[in-house]
Antibody, heavy 122, light 107 residues
Framework: QVQLLQSGAEVKKPGASVKVSCKTS????????VHWVRQAPGQGLEWIGW????????NYAQDFQGRVLMTRETSTGTAYMTLSRLTFDDTAIYFC???????????????WGHGTLVTVSS | SYELTQPPSMSVSPGQTARITCSAD??????AYWYQQKPGQAPVLVIF???QRPSGIPERFSGSSSGTTVALTINGVLAEDEADYYC???????????FGGGTKLTV
């Protein structure tokens, strides 16, 4: 079955960077877009962007442009999201999710990782 | 900026029907998606492309669209349906994903 396994919780200082991994299994990694979504404590869902694992094309939400980088390692089926210049407001759970549209981005997220808690604290 | 508007909360009794709405000017042009999220868990897709139900989602969940409003309807609500529900769509260009603020459903 489709699984997305994310890396463990992180604690970072303001100004630092964090890299979260999302190891996929149960499907062909290169044929489905991967999205990243975050959720601050007690708040709603916020879309960060998507990556095409086949072409490495990316599309970032305007609020994150210049500060986020989405990459992948096709040999292991792993997607990565790096967020830099962290502030206290970046404290959140970060989710990766598969787009069910296959080779076309649909925006329909049918499988999700369990989430990675990133805490920004001085 | 583009926003999807949902009621923040709703309360229904078991066995009743819950209808959660989501509004935005661009919804006639973009599909809507609905997610259920229970505490401490990742979201689960319950409706895609306005009204289609993924495999494994109970038939009591349905979606509809009319003009600038889409709706998630849960018929015969069960206690296990108590959760936060988020609508999701795209902006006018179709390039950016947007989430509604979420609706807390209390059963």
């Amino acid at each position: 079955q489709v699984q997305l396994l994310q890396s463990g919780a992180e604690v970072k200082k303001p100004g630092a960077s964090v890299k979260v991994s999302c190891k996929t299994s149960g499907y062909t990694f290169s044929t489905y877009y991967v999205h990243w979504v975050r959720q601050a404590p007690g708040q709603g869902l916020e879309w960060i962007g998507w990556m095409n694992p086949n072409t490495r094309a990316v599309n970032y939400a305007q609020d994150f442009q210049g500060r986020v980088l989405m990459t992948r390692e096709t040999s292991t089926g792993t997607a990565y999201m790096t967020l830099s210049r962290l502030t206290f407001d970046d404290t959140a759970i970060y989710f990766c999710a598969r787009d069910k549209g296959g080779l076309e981005v649909e925006g329909s997220l049918d499988s999700w990782g369990h989430g990675t808690l990133v805490t920004v604290s001085s | 900026s583009y926003e999807l508007t949902q009621p923040p909360s709703m309360s229904v009794s078991p066995g009743q029907t819950a209808r959660i709405t989501c509004s935005a000017d661009t919804l006639p042009k973009q599909y809507a998606y609905w997610y259920q999220q229970k505490p401490g868990q990742a979201p689960v897709l319950v409706i895609f492309k306005d009204s289609q139900r993924p495999s494994g989602i109970p038939e009591r969940f349905s979606g509809s669209s009319s003009g600038t409003t889409v709706a998630l309807t849960i018929n015969g609500v069960l206690a296990e349906d108590e959760a936060d529900y988020y609508c999701q769509s795209a902006d006018t260009s179709g390039a950016f994903v947007i989430f509604g603020g979420g609706t807390k459903l209390t059963v």
